[in-house]
């Protein structure tokens, strides 16, 4: 309701008393006077044009009718003369719509309090029309653009950009859980009586075991491994601990030689890659530590065919060699000089040690070099924000590397991550050689236990042990 008191509805008294003053001023008689009284004229009408018909008695005579003086010549008013327009008097204003007397009202101009029944109109809305003066709604106006309603946001670059990233990072953790299920998962860092404590830093054992599970008899003869069956059981062809000291300090990369000679729980003295063949994971990382006293936080393993399919799901990697290199018994036939080595060449570079001097010696000095070719170009911008290989390699990877149970695949990106930068590379030492019962070992001698004592209280080796090359 509007409070404007010309739009407001009149009351019985007030509608009968506008009829009433009508009448007169248009010279009819009151309703409650007599039917033999004349009817009063009203002043300056001319009967004649009378829209009701009435009859002039003048005109009826043949006479014309006088016309109306002017107030002060001749006749008054009080002889039917000209009359002057009398406007109407006021209507009373209603109590109940003045503001003036009406308390609620008067209170809430002077709080500023909302009218509970009307509903407020916000002009800045375009979809809703805006309140007129008068009452009731006007469009908004034209030529002009509307504004945007005070709940809606105008979305700009920066939050375009926000749902974007959003997006790629929701994307990306559903990925990596997806990955994560899919990592094989074994128990190999059993708890045992008498295990030591927690070594400064964190320690990985990488295992690279010749297992051909998976493959079937052409990918055997395309990657020269030949049969499980032919090489006499799964043994370890490659075993280095991932050591990074607590602070941040320099990753070291250790070799462990496979020819070491340690002892075996259970089993006595033996090369160390016997361990893996009588226990599996689990006595391999036990070995480890009590003849180390390094604590093995994280431990992953992978298969012949595992590595083949990695170094092909990032393209291949680049590697230089010094001399020529042919072994047919690894399928390797390399040129010397830098080349692009795909997932059977790569295999066989990691495996040879036929035609080297120092056999085992040299061949984990290729794989510590291949393994941070390998590492740099996974972690390369073009694999990672590339979906397609990025998607190829999570799934090469999750597929073909079997871990602990307490592991997850962000422990491996952590390992790969400190890999790819330029790491301290050595050889575990060992003092001399020697021939018995287990044939020509390598001798765990003083300079093996100084050097590991110095890993398990979280120093860096002396400069002597590391090795000047990859």
Known sequence: MTDDPRRRHLTPEESAELRRRARERRGYADPGASRG???????GRDPRRDPRGAADPRRAAGREP???????????????????????EPLPRDPRRDPNRDPARASRQRTGARDPYRQPVDPRDPRAARRSPRGGYTAPPRGRR????????RIGPAKILGLVLVAILTLGVVSLLWADSKLQRI??????????????????LLVGTDSREGLTP??????????ESDAGGRRTDTMMLVYTPRGGGRTMLISLPRDLLVDIPDYGQNKLNAAYTFGGPALLTRTLEEQTGVRIDHYAEIGFGGFAGIVDAVGGVDICVEEPINDPLAGLDLAAGCQT??????????????????QDLQRVRNQRQFLGSLMRETMSPGNLLNPFTAVSLVDAASEAVTVDTGDHIWNLASVMWKLRGDPLTVTAPYDGMASGTVGSYLVWGPSTTEFFDAVASGRTPPQDYLDPGP
């Open 37 to 43: 009284a004349a009817p009063r004229r009203e002043p």
């Open 66 to 88: 006088r016309r109306p003086t002017e107030p002060g010549r001749g006749r008054t008013a009080a002889h039917g003369g000209y009359q002057p327009r009398q406007e109407p």
């Open 146 to 153: 509307p504004r945007r309603a005070p709940g809606s946001r």
């Open 187 to 204: 128990d190999a860092l059993t708890d045992y009586p008498g295990r030591g404590g927690n070594t400064p830093g964190t320690v990985t």
């Open 218 to 227: 052409e990918q055997q003869a395309q990657l020269s491994t030949g049969s």
């Open 341 to 358: 080595l795909a997932g059977p060449q790569a295999l066989g570079f990691v495996r040879t040690r036929y035609g080297f001097a120092e």
